[in-house]
């Protein structure tokens, strides 16, 4: 065997470019999400340098992959678990269960009880039946209480279904000191997708008051604050980069007491950039002036984010042409919403010919269906191992 020199092994496949692109759907099929674990890493360092002293707990829920869990661990994070499918795939992968914490407000009995088989510790409850659940488990878990801070700005406002109202905090956080119950600290989620940090702003603001006042009354232990998740990607529309979006809120943090501990969830932002979708074209039609191209995925399977996440995927033709048509692209399904894009300028394109979906790792597969027997899209996580290229988990 020849070593190759050094050099002429690139560090990581850009698993983006058009070949590359071209040959994984030859290797694996259509439709494909193709997630790239350097892009993790990229995006998970550059949140940490955004962030720094926070410590971060990937949120499965918009992508749980073994690959995501494997990239975020071998950075060093930790991770934020919700469902005790969400345990067991941990649990499968041998991660260290004190890296996990179980932020659900709202668990059946099976939930508590899987999570602390598998060694969580960290629950989060907001309100006080919910605090009852633990109540004889005393010594066995410590609690963030969730609080609600109601974002109006955001695309989707995660303080209307969970979190009790700051006034009511304190009342909770009595009935748990009454029960025996350890209160490590508070949480919150601003609200995912968010234009700007200013309600994660205000929320820390209102937790150092909150936390300092539940400490004067000896509530618990109080020497944590989880600022959730909520960090921007761009999608159709841009955003600001994340060092410029977390300022307000680094500034914000710098005044937490300095013996409480920082966290954060962050879901979308970590995963939503590291997959693009790739769909190909199943067959084509002329209607009322417009080329309609019909996909083998569309609302119902990788592009479900479009309705639950009122995302918008820049989608592209591989093929490219100076020449254009008004074009419809469609979903696989007989249903007449399975609509991906319309009214957008393309190629004249082929049956067979792929089209690429952008920003596809968060809250896609995740929530896709198999609406009319149209399988879910394979997911294959290449750049698996940082410096092996090679590496491909289909
Ligand atoms: C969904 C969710 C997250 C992740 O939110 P993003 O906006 O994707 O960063 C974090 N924490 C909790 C409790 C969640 O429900």
Same mark, same amino acid.
């Given at each position: 065997?020849?070593?190759?020199?050094?050099?002429?092994?690139?560090?990581?496949?850009? !698993?983006?470019?058009?070949?590359?692109?071209?040959?994984?759907?030859?290797?694996?099929?259509? !439709?494909?999400?193709?997630?790239?674990?350097?892009?993790?890493?990229?995006?998970?360092?550059?949140?940490?340098?955004?962030?720094?002293?926070?410590?971060?707990?990937?949120?499965?829920?918009?992508?749980?992959?073994?690959?995501?869990?494997?990239?975020?661990?071998?950075?060093?994070?930790?991770?934020?678990?919700?469902?005790?499918?969400?345990?067991?795939?941990?649990?499968?992968?041998?991660?260290?269960?004190?890296?996990?914490?179980?932020?659900?407000?709202?668990?059946?009995?099976?939930?508590?009880?899987?999570?602390?088989?598998?060694?969580?510790? %960290?629950?989060?409850?907001?309100?006080?039946?919910?605090?009852?659940?633990?109540?004889?488990?005393?010594?066995?878990?410590?609690?963030?209480?969730?609080?609600?801070?109601?974002?109006?700005?955001?695309?989707?406002?995660?303080?209307?279904?969970?979190?009790?109202?700051?006034?009511?905090?304190?009342?909770?956080?009595?009935?748990?000191?009454?029960?025996?119950?350890?209160?490590? *600290?508070?949480?919150?989620?601003? *609200?995912?997708? %968010?234009?700007?940090?200013?309600?994660?702003?205000?929320?820390?603001?209102?937790?150092?008051?909150?936390?300092?006042?539940?400490?004067?009354?000896?509530?618990?232990?109080?020497?944590?604050?989880?600022?959730?998740?909520?960090?921007?990607?761009?999608?159709?529309?841009?955003?600001?980069?994340?060092?410029?979006?977390?300022?307000?809120?680094?500034?914000?943090?710098?005044?937490?007491?300095?013996?409480?501990?920082?966290?954060?969830? !962050?879901?979308?932002? +970590?995963?939503?950039?590291?997959?693009?979708?790739?769909?190909?074209?199943?067959?084509?039609?002329?209607?009322?002036?417009?080329?309609?191209?019909?996909?083998?995925?569309?609302?119902?399977?990788?592009?479900?984010?479009?309705?639950?996440?009122?995302?918008?995927?820049?989608?592209?033709?591989?093929?490219?042409? !100076?020449?254009?048509?008004?074009?419809?692209?469609?979903?696989?399904?007989?249903?007449? +919403?399975?609509?991906?894009?319309?009214?957008?300028?393309?190629? /004249? /394109?082929?049956?067979?010919?792929?089209?690429?979906?952008?920003?596809?790792?968060?809250?896609?597969?995740?929530?896709? %269906?198999?609406?009319?027997?149209?399988?879910?899209?394979?997911?294959?996580?290449?750049? /698996?191992?940082?410096?092996?290229?090679?590496?491909?988990?289909?």
């Amino acid at each position: 065997m020849t070593a190759r020199p050094a050099t002429a092994r690139p560090r990581f496949i850009d !698993p983006f470019q058009p070949a590359e692109v071209r040959r994984l759907v030859r290797q694996f099929g259509s !439709p494909l999400l193709i997630l790239d674990c350097e892009r993790v890493r990229v995006q998970y360092r550059k949140l940490q340098r955004a962030l720094p002293g926070v410590a971060l707990y990937y949120a499965l829920k918009p992508l749980p992959h073994p690959a995501m869990v494997q990239a975020i661990i071998g950075e060093g994070g930790n991770l934020d678990l919700a469902t005790s499918g969400e345990v067991q795939l941990v649990q499968r992968l041998g991660v260290d269960p004190q890296r996990c914490i179980h932020t659900h407000p709202i668990k059946r009995p099976e939930d508590i009880a899987n999570a602390l088989k598998f060694g969580v510790r %960290t629950f989060v409850a907001d309100n006080p039946d919910e605090l009852l659940k633990f109540a004889r488990l005393t010594d066995r878990v410590e609690l963030l209480l969730r609080v609600s801070f109601r974002a109006a700005g955001a695309v989707c406002d995660l303080s209307r279904k969970f979190g009790c109202d700051p006034e009511d905090l304190l009342p909770l956080a009595r009935r748990a000191a009454d029960a025996g119950l350890t209160v490590r *600290g508070l949480s919150f989620h601003a *609200g995912s997708q %968010t234009p700007d940090a200013m309600k994660h702003v205000e929320a820390v603001q209102e937790c150092i008051k909150l936390i300092a006042a539940a400490r004067r009354e000896k509530l618990g232990v109080f020497d944590t604050l989880d600022i959730g998740g909520g960090f921007p990607i761009d999608y159709a529309q841009k955003v600001q980069d994340i060092g410029r979006f977390c300022a307000p809120l680094r500034a914000a943090l710098a005044k937490v007491p300095r013996r409480i501990r920082i966290i954060a969830e !962050p879901g979308r932002y +970590i995963a939503g950039p590291a997959m693009i979708g790739v769909a190909s074209v199943m067959g084509r039609a002329r209607r009322e002036g417009h080329w309609w191209y019909y996909l083998d995925d569309g609302l119902y399977g990788s592009y479900s984010g479009r309705l639950f996440d009122h995302a918008h995927y820049p989608v592209e033709p591989l093929r490219d042409s !100076p020449e254009r048509f008004s074009a419809v692209l469609a979903g696989p399904t007989c249903d007449s +919403i399975d609509v991906i894009a319309e009214n957008i300028m393309l190629p /004249l /394109l082929r049956n067979g010919d792929l089209l690429v979906g952008r920003a596809m790792g968060a809250y896609t597969w995740a929530s896709a %269906t198999e609406f009319n027997f149209f399988p879910k899209a394979t997911i294959v996580a290449v750049n /698996l191992v940082p410096g092996d290229p090679g590496s491909v988990l289909g």
